[in-house]
């Protein structure tokens, strides 16, 4: 029951069997891919930082002006020595949060959930075509992808699955695919999702004569 990652290694043997059984009765292919995040998102942590610093002479400003009326800060020696401290607290107040925000906890916690659903959704897409689902013979592969600091979930299929099945369908899989992984049951969101797409390939696409060739690697992809 060793863990390498996501899953324990039990139960990526368990999946990479569950996507063997169900490419057995199809011509389709069944890709499933994880990722810790899809992106490093260093940069907006950084410029947080460089807002909260460069807000500290503002802030000085309306609590002198609040505090000792409106010529406070505006003096002239007043004004004077605040810079000889001002400047080196701006620089402190840069490299500590800088810093702090760049633990993945603190990280993830800035980022706007649009920028990490954009991020993820672009990190499925490059797999789609990394994983070479667009090069199957009868353009009939389905990616599986899980982003798990993003709690991101996506099913794409190929334009030959795409125009055949209702979105509705795929949508339906996804929201209970990411209550699973909510819940931190990825292995079982990836089983109930590849039984789905079981059904959707043995429908559409059936290997009525046999012996179909396995374009794709069925074990799970770490990325």
């Known amino acids: 029951m060793a863990s390498d990652g996501f899953l324990t290694t039990d139960q990526k043997r368990s999946l990479a069997e569950r996507i063997e059984a169900a490419e057995r009765g199809t011509r389709g292919e069944i890709v499933t891919v994880i990722a810790q995040r899809s992106d490093g998102y260093r940069y907006i942590p950084t410029l947080w930082a460089a807002l909260m610093a460069l807000s500290l002479p503002g802030l000085h400003w309306l609590y002198t002006a609040v505090g000792h009326g409106a010529g406070g800060w505006g003096d002239a020696v007043s004004g004077h020595d605040t810079l000889t401290w001002l400047y080196p607290l701006q620089v402190m107040t840069f490299l500590g949060l800088g810093a702090l925000f760049q633990l993945p906890r603190a990280r993830l916690l800035l980022i706007p959930a649009t920028v990490k659903r954009q991020r993820a959704a672009r990190h499925?897409?490059?797999?789609?075509?990394a994983q070479g689902l667009h090069r199957t013979e009868l353009r009939s592969g389905i990616l599986i992808f899980v982003s798990?600091?993003?709690?991101?979930v996506e099913i794409i299929a190929d334009e030959g699955i795409a125009d055949r099945?209702?979105?509705?369908?795929?949508?339906?899989?996804?929201?209970e695919f990411v209550a699973q992984v909510r819940a931190g049951n990825i292995a079982q969101g990836f089983e109930s999702a590849v039984e789905r797409c079981r059904v959707v390939l043995w429908e559409h696409y059936p290997d009525t004569a046999g012996g179909r060739p396995d374009e794709l690697p069925n074990h799970l992809i770490e990325v």
Request: aromatic content about 18%.
């Open 124 to 129: 499925a897409r490059e797999q789609f075509f």
């Open 148 to 152: 798990v600091a993003e709690h991101y």
């Open 165 to 175: 099945v209702d979105a509705a369908m795929w949508q339906e899989t996804v929201d």
